[in-house]
């Protein structure tokens, strides 16, 4: 793939970039702070699809431009378009509905770096990602009960599983912003970063993922995701059927010649960077 390959598009809202079967998704508003907008929503569901059925695409990291993640939902926008019936609410919520099913059925790695502001929906979409890498000077909220809001994107779902049942209702109900090394210490960031070296750190971990077995991955994310909601039983069922299928894959065939011929597996893990005390 050739550096700098835009994938599907074209987009108003959104950079995309595809560098050696690593795509590089960019909330593009940085006039206000990557707020989702209904045109984001939509496009950015659109790019996950596209992604998701390109075959040179191997990972995706998500960002968001010019220092901040995303602000959540656009409030001026919601300002602006004045008084709506709940039907007419309902109605244009689908778009959210359609971002958080796009974001759950990803199969590939998604590896989300959050950088400066990220409330909100914001939040909401970093949750569903595989990975999220944070920046030191990051700033999270789930802000929705301070406009009287709910949350959307999922984050009822995806937040409980994530840090845990009461944990999720504090952060909810308070509203709160919480920085960096809480995130890391609730289990929504793998690791704390500095600024500049968020994004490449974002596509080597990516990139990793990538060199990886499609399959097996896309197999264990489906899994992992019912986990939750499932019983042994259930979850067995899913890991012999899966097996079947990865057993028979061409990444497996390779993997075994390797391993035979002691030569380093494909998939390699970096290690962590280490931060200065």
């Known amino acids: 793939m050739t550096p700098g390959t835009v994938t599907g598009g074209p987009y108003e809202t959104l950079l995309v970039e595809a560098d050696d079967g690593v795509a590089t998704l960019t909330l593009n508003r940085p006039e206000a702070k990557n707020a989702l907008s209904p045109a984001m929503t939509d496009e950015l569901t659109a790019a996950l699809r596209a992604l998701q059925s390109d075959a040179s695409v191997r990972a995706v990291v998500l960002t968001g431009a010019a220092g901040d993640f995303c602000a959540g939902g656009d409030v001026k926008g ?32 998604l590896v989300a770096a959050l950088d400066g502001v990220a409330f909100g929906a914001g939040v909401s979409i970093a949750l569903f990602a595989d990975i999220v890498l944070v920046s030191e000077r990051v700033r999270l909220a789930l802000v929705f009960h301070r406009i009287g809001l709910v949350p959307d994107v999922g984050a009822w779902y995806t937040l409980p599983r ?17 920085g960096a090394d809480e995130a890391l210490r609730l289990g929504i960031a793998l690791e704390v970063l500095l600024a500049a070296e968020l994004l490449p750190r974002a596509r080597l971990l990516a990139s990793s993922l990538a060199n990886g077995s499609p399959t097996a991955f896309a197999l264990s994310k489906h899994a992992l995701n019912a986990s939750l909601a499932s019983d042994l039983p259930t979850m067995l069922e899913l890991e012999a059927s899966g097996q079947a299928v990865a057993g028979g894959s061409e990444f497996n065939v390779e993997a075994l010649r390797r391993f035979a011929a002691r030569e380093p597996a494909a998939l390699q893990w970096p290690p962590a960077l280490r931060r200065e005390p």
């Open 78 to 109: 919601m300002r602006d378009a004045g008084p709506r019936t709940p039907e007419m609410r309902r109605s244009g919520h689908q778009r959210y509905k359609d971002l958080a099913l796009a974001l759950h059925a990803f199969g590939k790695p």
């Open 162 to 178: 994530v840090v845990g049942l009461q944990r999720a209702k504090e952060l909810i109900h308070s509203a709160r912003e919480f």
